[in-house]
């Protein structure tokens, strides 16, 4: 066996999110972005491939610099169109995938390598305009639209104060037994406004990782302290709350983007992979967004 390395991205417009699941009714598959990129694989490597992935998003969800590793019997690469290189598997795949995912690399992993539990950090950015008239259609799947006026200021005096180690329960789905202790390790907000695009905003966020609903819960936040609705105190008085709190809102999926995963150096990503696995529960403490 040999554990390969895919970075990936797509647009989650259509996308029921990253992990494969079945519809609840009904009992058949559900259109992911995990199915579809595994299928795809097994047709070219026939053999049956499993993704581990660094950061599961949720539906709507989009990515540039998602990551993650499969284990394969080493003999599949060794077909004429593979030819033993895995990263002959980008020209392959793009032929099969359909236009709103794509395989941007491959390649043998280095010994250690866990896509989930070695990485050190996850970048995601939001993107959102409180313009009256919305995003423009040509980017309307990937920026949101917040409908009232905000003050950047106000939302990064709110950003700031969620900034470090900190139990993050009050944005959080609750999951049983889970941790919602995360260390948030960059919230900035940038006005990115241009004469198209006006009252254009991003968010740009760094954590270890993150619980389910964890960025767009503290997007919402933020921006209803910009728009005035809550005091710029309200981010700091939701780290006392230990559960999810109904008074903040969560941010529409589509403006949010997973644009990056940090790994150690080779030598260290075994050992960043028992650490982190000993700090979790690894039943149900998921990387989410």
């Not at 519809?23 to 581990?52: M, N």
Request: glycine share 6%.
């Amino acid at each position: 066996m040999v554990r390969l390395r895919f970075d990936i991205a797509y647009d989650g417009t259509d996308f029921h999110g990253w992990a494969a699941q079945r519809d609840k009714p009904t009992g058949e598959p559900v259109r992911t972005v995990q199915a579809t990129l595994e299928s795809t694989l097994e047709k070219v490597l026939r053999t049956p491939v499993q993704l581990t992935v660094a950061g599961r998003t949720d539906a709507g969800v989009h990515a540039s610099g998602q990551v993650a590793h499969a284990d394969v019997p080493v003999s599949c690469l060794d077909t004429r169109s593979v030819a033993g290189d895995p990263g002959n598997l980008v020209r392959r795949v793009a032929r099969l995938l359909p236009v709103d995912v794509t395989l941007r690399g491959a390649s043998f992993a280095p010994p250690g390598f866990d896509a989930r539990f070695s990485a050190l950090r996850r970048h995601y950015v939001y993107r959102v305009t409180s313009c009256v008239s919305g995003p423009l259609p040509t980017r309307a799947r990937d920026t949101a639209h917040w409908r009232r006026s905000v003050d950047i200021d106000r939302m990064q005096v709110a950003a700031d104060a969620l900034l470090g180690l900190n139990d993050f329960a009050a944005f959080c789905r609750h999951k049983p037994h889970a941790t919602t202790t995360r260390d948030l390790q960059r919230f900035q907000w940038f006005d990115v406004s241009t004469t198209q695009e006006p009252e254009l905003y991003e968010a740009h966020v760094t954590a270890d990782a993150f619980c389910w609903s964890m960025v767009r819960s503290l997007v919402g936040a933020c921006l209803s302290v910009g728009e005035g609705r809550r005091e710029v105190g309200f981010t700091e008085q939701l780290l006392s709350e230990e559960k999810r709190s109904p008074l903040v809102p969560v941010a529409e999926a589509r403006g949010l983007s997973l644009v990056g995963v940090d790994y150690p150096g080779d030598a260290d990503l075994a050992a960043r992979a028992e650490q982190t696995r000993e700090r979790r529960d690894v039943r149900t403490d998921v990387d989410e967004a």
